[in-house]
Every structure is written in C-alpha cells, then in structure tokens.
C-alpha cells in the first residue's frame, strides 16, 4: 500500500519509530515531513498528506503531532479525506470498517512506538464494510460540497 507520512515537531519521533514498520512490511511511503524536532506548523504537513490521500497519490495517510488533534482539524479539510484519531486499535478498526477513514492521526505526546503499531496495523488491516455505512459516507462527502439536505 502507498501511504503519506507525515508530522510536525512533536510528532517527529513517533513518524520516525512507525515509518520503518511499515515499509518492513512492505508499504511504499511517501515521507512528506518533518525532518526534525524544530518547530514547524502542523496544518503544512497534515495539508501535504492529507491531499495526496485526496488525489489518489496516496491510499492512506498517517500523520503525527502532539495530540494528533490538530492534524486531524487539519487533514479534515481537505476534500475526500476522513481523518480520525485514533487512541486505540478498537478505534482505528471502526473508523476504517464503518467511517471508510484514509487518514490516520496519532498522539506524538501520548503514544510510543509499541502503543501506536496495533493502531495503525488495525487501520491498515481493516476494510470499509460498504452496506448501510456507504450512504452515511457518501453524506459525508455530500457536506463537502454543502450539498447535503438535512433530515428532519
């Protein structure tokens, strides 16, 4: 699988601890960032990952800062992406099975490396289930556009 990585200052040492996994398993990486603990802006990185999920570059993302917040805000504006941070790999599952997320953020500051590889392997591992959660996506990708009708 082709996946972005990418952090910011705080997330600097965990994108560096998961890159290498993932490429031992086989993944192609795209490393949009940063190179080092100096201060950067998080929307930069997040914003790099986040549209090349969007232009199809990419299948997947993985994006890192302090709280994992941010990147998400951030990623999250970008059309046709769905991020979600994830705490755990129960979490990472269902937003891959039921949300169809493509970017995964994580916790620089709240996360090693052992704690962050069942996430992202459970975010890797896991399908979209389609079926009924196909039309919540697509409301999803409808609010993008401002063109979902609210239900009553």
Not at 104 to 115: E, H, I, S, V
């Amino acid at each position: 699988m082709r996946i972005a990585i990418g952090s910011d200052h705080a997330g600097y040492e965990l994108k560096e601890a998961v890159g290498p996994s993932l490429e031992a398993a086989g993944h192609e990486l795209i490393d949009v960032g940063t190179d080092s603990t100096d201060a950067v802006d998080y929307p930069d990185p997040a914003a790099r990952a986040a549209r090349l999920v969007a232009g199809g570059e990419a299948e997947r993302a993985v994006i890192v800062c302090g709280s994992g917040v941010g990147v998400a805000i951030a990623a999250n504006k970008v059309g046709g992406v769905r991020a979600v941070n994830a705490h755990d790999p129960e979490e990472a599952e269902m937003s891959r099975r039921h949300n169809d997320a493509n970017v995964l953020t994580l916790a620089g500051r709240r996360l090693d490396a052992a704690a962050a590889a069942p996430i992202v392997d459970a975010f890797l591992g896991t399908d979209f289930e389609g079926g009924r959660h196909a039309r919540r996506v697509a409301k999803i990708a409808a609010l993008e556009d401002d063109a979902m009708p609210l239900a009553s």
